[in-house]
């Protein structure tokens, strides 16, 4: 696949990308394991990003990895990123390893694992994924009343570009469940569901990361 076909790849919504599994629940897996050749490329990549081994991660990289959307690519350019303040892509990748691994599109790898799955007319940009098995959703914005508690699930946010000119700072925000409910959640605990993932590939009778990016 040519640079020019991965960054439309990486920009289409995530429901272009989906398995035919709807998006419920999101625990992180791994659902990679009947790829071959998936888990040794899955330890290679633990193992350089726990150690923050440069060489080791090289090894798994493209080097013509797609970094963002606006002309960033190239081994050189992540070994840059991978410790800059800016964007600080060791942890990035450590966060998305530890959401989990699923398979996509032409038989693709995706991290984090929710990046496989299919999230029907939901809007990509206002999309966020709840990170936990029992977060708590309140009737107010000063966390009063709860009103349910939610388990790594889509939810919506509630006057997203409101949210994105002003309040994303409030501890509380305001979203809405895929079945209607809406509800105050600790914004800590809630990811874009255009974060940072990772796309993998294969090159040479291995697997290779040809896409690391955040945004739309």
């Known amino acids: 696949m040519t640079l020019a076909l991965r960054m439309i790849a990486g920009a289409i919504a995530p429901m272009a990308l989906a398995a035919p599994a709807a998006a419920e629940h999101l625990e992180p897996r791994n659902a990679c394991s009947a790829m071959a050749g998936a888990d040794e490329f899955r330890m290679t990549l633990v193992t350089a ?11 798994v990289v493209d080097p013509d990895i797609l970094l963002d959307f606006g002309g960033g ?4 350019e992540m070994r840059a990123r991978l ?12 966060t998305v390893i530890r959401l989990g691994c699923d398979r996509a599109y032409q038989d693709s790898l995706v991290m984090p694992y929710y990046w496989g799955q299919d999230f029907g007319d939901m809007d990509a940009y206002g999309t966020y994924i ?3 098995a029992d977060v708590p959703m309140f009737a107010t914005a000063k966390g009063e009343s709860r009103i349910a508690r939610l388990r790594w699930e889509a939810v919506e946010a509630v006057g997203f570009f409101d949210m994105v000119e002003g309040n994303r700072e ?14 105050f959640v600790d914004h800590t605990l ?6 940072y993932r990772l796309i993998a590939e294969q090159r040479d009778g291995g697997w ?4 690391f990016v955040a945004g739309d």
């Open 130 to 132: 709840v990170l936990g």
């Open 49 to 59: 990003v726990a150690n923050r081994d440069a060489e080791m991660l090289q090894t």
């Open 170 to 183: 409030a501890p509380l925000w305001e979203v809405q469940t895929r079945n209607g409910k809406r509800g």
């Open 73 to 76: 690519s190239g081994w050189r």
């Open 208 to 211: 290779k990361i040809t896409t």
């Open 83 to 94: 410790d800059a303040a800016d964007y600080r892509l060791w942890d990035e990748l450590d």
């Open 190 to 195: 809630l990811r874009a569901l255009v974060d």
